[in-house]
């Protein structure tokens, strides 16, 4: 059973940083592009970032790129996501997921697995 783990979410004031894990369980990952989505209240699931699978290639929705890095280390199965200065509209949860591909992709559809999400909130 492939299960995607997050972990590393909370409560944050302007200008914080956090760091997301999600640790993969029931497959090796190391092939596939791996991916950060989030959803806002009230809002649909929206792309963050991903990391092709030899972790060479990465990609940014505009709204992250300059405070958001995605990394991954193959040897422990894990993805995480650096967010640094975190503002209000960065609220939501937090979903790792791992695509059926290896080139980095920002469509969900290509994506198999997803994990169960990690709440970040910003307090204001």
């Known amino acids: 059973h492939v299960q995607p783990v997050e972990s590393g979410g909370g409560l944050v004031q302007a200008g914080d940083s956090l760091r997301l894990s999600c640790a993969v369980s029931g497959r090796t990952v190391s092939s596939y592009a791996m991916g950060w989505f989030r959803q806002a209240p009230g809002k649909e699931r929206e792309f963050v970032a991903v990391?092709?699978?030899?972790?060479?290639?990465?990609f940014y929705a505009d709204s992250v790129k300059g405070r958001f890095t995605i990394s991954r280390d193959n040897a422990k199965n894990t993805v995480y996501l650096q967010m640094n200065g975190l503002k209000a509209e960065d609220t939501a949860v937090y979903y790792c997921a791992i695509a059926r591909v290896s080139y980095p992709t920002s469509q969900s559809y290509e994506y198999d697995f997803w994990g169960q999400g990690t709440q970040v909130t910003h307090s204001s």
């Open positions: 990391i092709g699978g030899r972790g060479r290639t990465t």
